[in-house]
């Protein structure tokens, strides 16, 4: 029996230190995923009502971001139609060479999900889900930012009420520890209009709000864009119905100014039609 005991006790030791070996490298990669969160938060640190914030894993108090940072819709007058999707920036003035957010928008009273945040820029920013919430956090590139895009559609339902955006936001020193940060806290509440967004409304202000006219060899356009897209294009018809250009542009949510450049168009009528999520409006000019 005593011959046993030597090898048992190898055995016992063997078995030990593989167990503290498995559980240091376990450790090791959960402290370095929790303390450096580079590709972003998990969810639920917004420092929303009944929410944590970064502090729960980077050292230090939270600090009010309301003097650093704003938070914008391409909206106006801090209203919200319901359904429509509005253009999101959210902007820190106190940033250092790495940055990161997180921000979650919660009806009120209530404090659940509203709308539908979603990704426009996935090279910079991610979205997480939990406890039945939505969340917008910057990735590993986006932490070279300190101002970051993203969509919002607000409820469809028209008595959703106030819509409350909570963020947090880290002004890391960048050191590869979670020691020496600074967390700041903001938030913005939008008010429903009350009037419920449709189709057929975003057409007519599309068409309401185009118009077209000649100036010095260029075609000017201005209108209105409600629709969810960034990506509009014109054709110039001449008065024989000929296309004699045509132009794709960018867009943004909201009013539009765009020039198309026709020094190669000759004196004559013509027709500008612009082309948005399947819609189409025309105004006639005049080249002389």
């Not at 502090?55 to 909206?75: E, I, P, Q, V, Y």
């Not at 957010?101 to 979603?118: D, W």
């Not at 960048?174 to 913005?188: A, H």
């Not at 450049?261 to 082309?275: C, D, M, N, P, R």
Request: hydrophobic share 35%; charged share 10%; aromatic share 10%.
């Amino acid at each position: 029996m005593k011959k046993l005991i030597f090898p048992s006790l190898l055995v016992i030791g063997c078995l030990s230190l593989n167990s503290f070996v498995g559980k240091s490298y376990e450790f090791a990669v959960h402290n370095q995923g929790n303390n450096f969160f580079t590709g972003g938060a998990p969810a639920s640190r917004t420092g929303a009502p009944g929410e944590a914030n970064c502090t729960a894993c980077h050292s230090g108090t939270a600090n009010d971001g309301s003097a650093f940072s704003s938070l914008t819709h391409s909206g106006q007058n801090n209203e919200y139609t319901p359904g429509l999707t509005y253009n999101m920036t959210l902007s820190i003035n106190n940033g250092s060479n790495k940055n990161g957010f997180q921000i979650v928008a919660l009806e009120n009273p209530g404090n659940t999900n509203a709308g539908i945040l979603t990704v426009t820029d996935p090279t910079n920013t991610v979205s997480v889900t939990g406890s039945g919430n939505t969340y917008i956090n910057q990735t590993a590139s986006g932490t070279t930012l300190n101002t970051w895009n993203f969509d919002w559609q607000a409820p469809t339902a028209f008595d959703s009420g106030d819509v409350t955006f909570y963020y947090a936001y880290n002004v890391t020193n960048s050191n590869s520890g979670n020691g020496g940060d600074q967390i700041y806290l903001g938030q913005l509440t939008l008010q429903s209009t009350g009037i419920p967004f449709s189709v057929e409304s975003n057409r007519e202000v599309l068409n309401q709000s185009f118009s077209a006219f000649y100036n010095n060899n260029s075609i000017y356009l201005e209108f209105n864009n409600s629709f969810h897209s960034d990506l509009a294009f014109v054709k110039v018809f001449n008065i024989e119905g000929k296309c004699v250009h045509i132009e794709d542009i960018s867009i943004a949510s909201g009013e539009n100014k765009s020039t198309l450049q026709t020094a190669t168009l000759s004196e004559g009528i013509y027709l500008v039609s612009l082309f948005l999520d399947n819609n189409v409006v025309t105004r006639k000019i005049a080249i002389n």
